[in-house]
């Protein structure tokens, strides 16, 4: 069954000041992407943040972000500062509060969508 129009599979909202934008997904979009989340932990003896490895991407000028997951349906790119990388984990200085749920599985094509939207 084709989406209509009002069922759009995802609307990206990019913001202005930021160039961050926000990608709203359909629930259709979400399980067809098999779209995972994890949620950020503790780093190990109180050392920042900790996410799986999976989360974590790369930009062309080397810079590191998560997609987060603020509201169903809702996600939003988000920068991390990492320390390491070790055993299939994250550890960063800077990035989402624990328990913020970030994408493991589909951040790539969050990426693809935040910056092709042909506008």
Do not use: N, Q, W
């Given at each position: 069954?084709?989406?209509t129009a009002s069922e759009a599979a995802a609307t990206v909202e990019k913001n202005a000041t930021t160039g961050i934008a926000r990608i709203t997904l359909s629930q259709r979009a979400i399980?067809?992407?098999?779209?995972?989340?994890?949620?950020?932990?503790?780093?190990?003896?109180?050392?920042?943040?900790?996410?799986?490895?999976?989360?974590?991407l790369y930009d062309a000028q080397g810079k590191t972000w998560v997609y987060t997951n603020p509201e169903p349906l809702l996600y939003e790119r988000q920068a991390v500062t990492?320390?390491?990388?070790e055993a299939g984990a994250v550890t960063a200085s800077v990035g989402p509060a624990v328990g913020t749920p970030v994408v493991?599985?589909?951040?790539a094509e969050?990426?693809?969508?935040?910056?092709n939207t042909g506008k």
């Open positions: 069954m084709a989406e399980e067809r992407l098999e779209l995972l989340t994890d949620t950020v932990k503790p780093g190990s003896g109180g050392a920042g943040i900790m996410f799986p490895y999976a989360a974590l990492v320390t390491k990388v493991t599985v589909a951040a969050l990426f693809g969508a935040e910056f």
